[in-house]
């Protein structure tokens, strides 16, 4: 690149080179979460730590793999997953279409959005009494607590972002000559989908947390089962595999949005 100044000969500039970027250190993340596990460990084998109050992380591992072998493990992860994918799908549909409808429509924004509102700032959490009151200890009060708790979530942000689609779009659309169904797939749906996205990997995980609260409270079956059984015999290693499973689960369905999330919206990087 090279700059002239009036009344001087041109002299070509040198403009540094850029300065390389240092590689990746992803391992670094790993520094903390591998000293508390051999911290767990040391104060497990010293006994500073007592076995029946948290079992250390090599007996974790060996119920891991002991529950793994007899079936226990995938047999609750299965039930546990069919429950969250059931109660998911019927919270999230519920919640796009209200937030869909309540967004566009001055009726249906009158009519579906203050009792929503409302309900929203109830603990959904606390109504496992009154599900178990009404449907019984069966499947129907989990997959119910965990579309609750799915539903207001996507409601409010897919309301939130059909409220916020320009509203020049809307009438450049119209004058276009689009009808409903185009200006749906066409302007509101990218409009909203950053936010309805939001909403989506904020309801994965009460999602996940409302099953662990419903299976622990009234469950023959899943890993809320496993893990409540587990503390019928002082089995805190079983526990604690419960616990990670329902963890890593929790990690990998966001990480999934999160990939999702980045397909989608390519258009805006």
């Given at each position: 690149?090279?700059?002239?100044?009036?009344?001087?000969p041109?002299?070509?500039?040198?403009?540094?080179?850029?300065?390389?970027?240092e590689?990746?250190?992803?391992?670094?993340?790993?520094?903390?979460?591998?000293?508390?596990?051999?911290?767990?460990?040391?104060a497990?084998?010293?006994?500073?730590?007592?076995?029946?109050?948290l079992?250390?992380?090599?007996?974790?591992?060996?119920?891991?793999?002991?529950?793994?072998?007899?079936?226990?493990?995938?047999?609750?992860?299965?039930?546990?997953?069919?429950?969250?994918?059931?109660?998911?799908?019927?919270?999230?549909?519920?919640?796009?279409?209200?937030?869909?409808?309540?967004?566009?429509?001055?009726?249906?924004?009158?009519?579906?959005?203050?009792?929503?509102?409302?309900?929203?700032?109830?603990?959904?959490?606390?109504?496992?009494?009154?599900?178990?009151?009404?449907?019984?200890?069966?499947?129907?009060?989990?997959?119910?607590l965990?579309?609750l708790g799915?539903?207001?979530?996507?409601?409010?942000?897919?309301?939130?972002?059909?409220?916020?689609?320009?509203?020049?779009?809307?009438e450049?659309?119209?004058?276009?000559?689009?009808?409903?169904?185009?200006?749906?797939?066409?302007?509101?749906?990218?409009?909203?989908?950053?936010?309805?996205?939001?909403?989506?990997?904020?309801?994965?995980?009460?999602?996940?947390l409302?099953?662990?609260?419903?299976e622990?409270?009234?469950?023959?079956?899943?890993?809320?089962?496993?893990?409540?059984?587990?503390?019928?015999?002082?089995?805190?290693?079983?526990?604690?595999?419960?616990?990670?499973?329902?963890?890593?689960?929790g990690?990998?369905?966001?990480?999934?949005?999160?990939?999702?999330?980045?397909r989608?919206l390519?258009?805006?990087?």
């Open positions: 690149m090279s700059t002239t100044l009036p009344g001087a041109a002299r070509a500039v040198e403009t540094a080179p850029p300065r390389r970027q590689p990746g250190r992803a391992w670094q993340r790993w520094i903390s979460p591998v000293a508390i596990l051999v911290i767990w460990q040391l497990s084998s010293t006994g500073l730590l007592a076995e029946d109050e079992a250390s992380p090599i007996r974790v591992v060996q119920a891991a793999w002991d529950v793994t072998l007899s079936g226990e493990l995938p047999e609750g992860l299965l039930v546990s997953l069919v429950r969250v994918v059931v109660g998911f799908a019927l919270g999230a549909v519920l919640g796009v279409v209200l937030g869909v409808w309540s967004g566009l429509s001055r009726w249906g924004g009158l009519i579906i959005d203050p009792p929503v509102q409302m309900l929203r700032t109830l603990p959904h959490l606390a109504l496992v009494p009154l599900f178990i009151l009404w449907f019984g200890v069966q499947e129907t009060p989990k997959i119910l965990v579309a799915v539903l207001f979530p996507i409601y409010l942000n897919v309301h939130a972002g059909v409220r916020g689609v320009d509203p020049k779009l809307l450049m659309a119209q004058v276009s000559g689009f009808d409903r169904r185009e200006v749906l797939r066409h302007v509101v749906i990218p409009g909203a989908l950053p936010s309805a996205l939001t909403g989506l990997r904020l309801s994965l995980g009460i999602a996940w409302s099953l662990v609260v419903a622990t409270v009234s469950a023959d079956s899943g890993l809320g089962y496993l893990i409540m059984d587990a503390r019928e015999f002082l089995r805190t290693d079983v526990i604690v595999v419960g616990l990670v499973v329902y963890a890593l689960l990690l990998g369905t966001d990480a999934l949005v999160r990939r999702i999330e980045k989608a390519r258009w805006r990087s």
